[in-house]
């Protein structure tokens, strides 16, 4: 983006409103994704809901660069007892409503996005006593999140709060070792795997990438020890320096 220089106050402030836009043009994206209950927790393939009881059924982790704008809940749920009824939903200890529960169809409930909050979310069940035991197949329920990315992670903590994210999460990362041979890459690829819960998709590929790393070493970049940098002016980068290569290898660590 070309911008002509402009003096004065006016010319200053037009300045500011144009780096704001194309900054926010850069950022902001909207995505959707879904996953079912015993993906987000596989060892929910089922959940029973006591008569009379409530029971949390799904915790999931939203990063702290998106905005969520709504979520919609599929269950699966059949009856020990009864063939329809009703269960109260709370999301994040507040009520969401209810749904009316049938076994020849999933059970769909719209959850507003004002519910859901950065880090953990929590979804509970509570049935009726009158209707007897409920039965959630966490392998036919879904929960599908429709959610802004507003910004970029502004520090290394949001960044390890992105990996471990259960939706909107960094998921593709591009591994760059500028020292030639890839002598880092499965340390980085390790520590990542390990701060994110499981294995992102790997590449040298910087375009497209979520998530890029970049090791350097050397004399003369200046340094006077070891050190990780966050770069988000062109994407989100993670800049791992050191004097030497067993320096940069510490760094990585």
Same mark, same amino acid.
């Given at each position: ?55 949390? $059924?799904? +915790?999931? #982790?939203? *990063?702290?660069?998106?905005? =969520?704008?709504? &979520? ?6 059949? !009856? ?61 329920s879904r929960l599908q999140v429709n959610f802004i990315r507003a910004r970029r992670p502004a520090t290394l903590g949001e960044v390890e709060e992105a990996l471990a994210a259960d939706f909107g999460a960094i998921r593709r990362v591009? $591994?760059? +070792?500028? #020292?030639? *041979?890839?002598?880092?890459? =499965?340390?980085? &690829? ?6 994110? !819960? ?56």
């Amino acid at each position: 983006m070309f911008v002509r220089v402009l003096s004065g106050g006016f010319g200053l402030i037009v300045l500011f409103f144009l780096a704001f836009v194309a900054n926010a043009q850069e950022t902001a994206t909207s995505g959707s994704e879904i996953r079912t209950l015993s993906d987000l927790d596989p060892s929910a393939n089922s959940r029973l809901i006591s008569a009379g009881s409530s029971s949390q $059924i799904l +915790d999931f #982790r939203l *990063p702290p660069n998106i905005s =969520a704008q709504s &979520a919609r809940l599929a269950l699966a749920v059949r !009856g020990t007892a009864a063939s329809q009824g009703e269960l109260s939903v709370t999301v994040n200890g507040q009520p969401a409503g209810q749904i009316i529960v049938r076994a020849t169809e999933n059970s769909v409930i719209d959850i507003p996005g004002d519910m859901l909050q950065s880090g953990a979310n929590t979804v509970s069940l509570t049935a009726n006593a009158a209707d007897g035991d409920w039965l959630v197949d966490g392998r036919r329920s879904r929960l599908q999140v429709n959610f802004i990315r507003a910004r970029r992670p502004a520090t290394l903590g949001e960044v390890e709060e992105a990996l471990a994210a259960d939706f909107g999460a960094i998921r593709r990362v591009a $591994i760059e +070792d500028t #020292r030639g *041979p890839r002598a880092v890459e =499965a340390l980085a &690829a390790q520590a990542i795997a390990l701060r994110a !819960g499981r294995v992102p998709l790997f590449t040298h590929d910087r375009s497209g990438a979520d998530l890029y790393l970049v090791f350097e070493s050397g004399g003369d970049l200046g340094l006077t020890g070891p050190e990780v940098v966050l770069d988000v002016t062109d994407g989100v980068g993670i800049h791992v320096r050191g004097r030497n290569a067993t320096e940069t290898e510490a760094a990585a660590r």
